[in-house]
């Protein structure tokens, strides 16, 4: 059974032989929060991120949030996601890169869920805020294959909070292909109408999330971000629904508890069934880490935790698992050299054992391939640090 929590003091260390620091040179207000300035070097850094893909059927919305032609037709649908860095001023990314037809959003709020907690339906009212597009419209149609950003509110939060973001959808998505994440291990809530300014909502939820893919946070020029490419381990596999405690979340919380590591926000760029070569759910790693690394906000390190579903879902014939040794030593610099040539320092890790009795991936030749990966990623000197999930810890 892998340690999530072991991982996470492994990441941090990996972070630590780069140079990570904390900062304190940016000014706060009255209750600790960083005050934003006008300094030149301040820019907008990924607070969290969700890897987006094309929603599978199965993971659709529930019901009639779901029919007549469309998805989310007069709904509202409200989900909440979980901040890593500590900001007055956020935006928020909505993506409709995988849509079959335009997503007109009619309007849009942000606050502080009840309680503060994942996966909630009610917010507190005292803290709820517009998001308006386009300097100040409140609704946008976002064009098929594209993205788009609220316009930026001023919203102080602490690190590690959850937010909540409800966005009315007055006409729907029209079809049914939709961007989404389907991993997200925390609930999304749903009601028909327009409810974004309501203080909870009735009608349905399912645990998967839609349309989001960033939260950005204005900040000082020290903070950047941390992003992680990889499959279900970071996508939350073995985590708690609602709970935020997927190996990722842990690594936030060592950071800045134990490595005192405040400046650095954690981006969770992970799907479930994930491949960087081909197959997988979702597009591969070669397909998509320049969208999920190199164009991420703000970004500084970049971690390949990734290549278990390429060995586990290949024919154990020799030749093919010579040739999968091969082709993912080449993904692997492929990625490097290009994340280098963006200035960004890189972490290999190693892949987690999958063997043993009732694993479907267990297999001698496989694991050989397995090791042979993972003596080339701690060895080769691609990386300007690796991480042993697989075996001993951290270095450079």
């Known amino acids: ?183 997200s291990r ?29 939260v950005e946070a204005w900040s000082p020029p020290t903070t950047s971000a941390f992003v992680i490419l990889g499959d279900s381990i970071t996508d939350g596999r073995g985590s708690t629904d609602d709970n935020n405690d997927r190996w990722p979340d842990l690594l936030v919380a060592r950071m800045q508890q134990v490595g005192n590591i405040t400046n650095i926000g954690v981006c969770n760029q992970a799907a479930g069934g994930n491949a960087i070569l081909s197959g997988g759910l979702g597009p591969t790693l070669l397909t998509r880490y320049r969208r999920d690394a190199l164009q991420v906000a703000g970004v500084k390190y970049v971690m390949i935790f990734e290549g278990v579903n390429d060995i586990g879902n290949s024919s154990p014939d020799s ?19 290009d994340c280098k040539a963006a200035g960004l320092k890189t972490i290999g890790a190693t892949i987690t054992p999958f063997g043993g009795s009732g694993q479907s991936y267990s297999n001698p030749a496989r694991e050989q391939t397995r090791v042979r990966v993972n003596e080339w990623i701690l060895n080769s000197g691609t990386f300007d640090a690796t991480v042993d999930f697989a075996g001993r810890g951290a270095k450079k």
């Not at 996470?8 to 934003?36: E, H, R």
């Not at 009601?191 to 645990?207: E, H, I, P």
């Open 1 to 183: 059974m892998f340690s999530l929590n072991r991982w996470a003091a492994f990441a941090v260390s990996a972070l630590a032989l780069l140079g990570s620091q904390t900062t304190v040179a940016a000014p706060a207000s009255d209750n600790g929060i960083v005050a934003p300035r006008q300094d030149d070097g301040w820019h907008w850094v990924a607070s969290w991120t969700s890897m987006p893909q094309q929603v599978e059927p199965n993971n659709m919305p529930p019901g009639q949030f779901n029919s007549g032609g469309g998805v989310f037709r007069d709904a509202t649908l409200r989900q909440t996601v979980y901040l890593t860095l500590r900001a007055t001023r956020l935006r928020v990314q909505i993506s409709n890169t995988f849509g079959g037809s335009d997503l007109p959003i009619t309007a849009a709020s942000i606050a502080l869920p009840q309680g503060g907690r994942a996966g909630v339906a009610g917010i507190d009212t005292s803290t709820l805020k517009p998001l308006t597009f386009n300097n100040g419209s409140p609704s946008i149609t976002i064009p098929r294959g594209q993205v788009a950003y609220s316009d930026p509110v001023d919203f102080p939060v602490n690190a590690r909070t959850n937010v909540a973001i409800s966005l009315y959808f007055r006409n729907g998505q029209s079809g049914s292909i939709i961007t989404g994440h389907p991993g």
């Open 186 to 214: 925390t609930t999304s809530h749903m009601q028909q109408g327009n409810r974004v300014n309501d203080a909870t909502l009735f009608g349905g939820n399912t645990k998967h999330w839609y349309f989001l893919s960033a």
């Open 319 to 337: 030749g093919t698992q010579n040739s999968m040794v091969t082709r993912l030593q080449q993904a692997y610099q492929q990625i490097v050299r």
